[in-house]
């Protein structure tokens, strides 16, 4: 079974500092990562999705994910926060065959505050 | 498009009544998925629809909860008797392999408070 492991569960950093939240997986075969945003009140918004390839992963407002298979993990990092960053954020792994669309498993989340 | 439509936003009610969530997926979405969101649990799939078809319920927490999906513009998620540990956040959310590939596109939400 695939699950996924979030070990922070609350960050502070202040604003304009770098960050770096953690994702480690379990899964059995190539698995299909995905970060997601949540802001309070809101549904969950996809920053980045890694299938194959290139193993660092661009993604929207200027976030960034390397999956790294020798160490089960796809952490994902931006250079400099701003505050609107702050959110929770959930990393979730997909199974090969279905493309990630079906059963989603998600980590717990990693709550994040910026601090000015 | 329009994004993925949720009704109620917030439901407040007493143990022991019928609930009904509703969700409209994006058009053209052939996947649709139920999640519930808490503090202790964190997001947890309850069920799957492909081509409005239950392919997965093994998250449904018991025989209290029942979804359908009668059309491929909408479904509906049902607890009936509803109990106080039901209170959380449920999430829809539709994909479509063609379409936004390895996307879910989610739902504001519908706060459910059981009393």
């Known amino acids: 079974a695939q699950s996924v492991t979030q070990p922070d569960i609350h960050i502070t950093v202040s604003e304009g500092a770098s960050l770096e939240l953690r994702c480690n997986y379990s899964?059995?075969?190539?698995?299909?990562l995905f970060w997601y945003v949540q802001s309070p009140g809101q549904g969950l918004q996809l920053l980045l999705k890694y299938f194959s390839g290139d193993t660092l992963v661009q993604g929207i407002k200027g976030f960034e994910a390397e999956f790294k298979r020798s160490q089960s993990s796809f952490n994902l990092r931006k250079p400099s926060v701003h505050w609107s960053d702050a959110a929770e954020y959930f990393c979730?792994?997909?199974?090969?065959?279905?493309?990630?669309?079906?059963?989603?498993?998600f980590g717990t989340g990693t709550r994040l505050t910026i601090i000015p | 498009d329009a994004g993925v439509i949720q009704s109620p936003r917030h439901e407040v009610t007493e143990m022991g009544q019928e609930v009904t969530l509703r969700c409209k997926p994006i058009?053209?979405?052939?996947?649709l998925f139920w999640y519930r969101q808490t503090m202790m649990r964190g997001l947890e799939l309850l069920i799957y629809f492909n081509n409005n078809v239950p392919i997965d319920d093994s998250g449904m927490p018991e025989d209290r909860f029942s979804a359908k999906m009668p059309n491929a513009s909408f479904s509906t998620l049902k607890i009936q008797p509803s109990e106080p540990r039901d209170s959380a956040v449920y999430f829809c959310?539709?994909?479509?392999?063609?379409?936004?590939?390895?996307?879910?596109?989610f739902g504001e939400g519908s706060r459910l408070t059981v009393l």
């Open positions: 959310a539709s994909g479509s392999l063609d379409r936004g590939n390895g996307r879910l596109f």
């Open positions: 058009s053209g979405h052939d996947y």
């Open positions: 979730a792994v997909g199974a090969e065959a279905n493309f990630g669309n079906e059963k989603l498993t």
């Open positions: 899964y059995g075969a190539t698995p299909y």
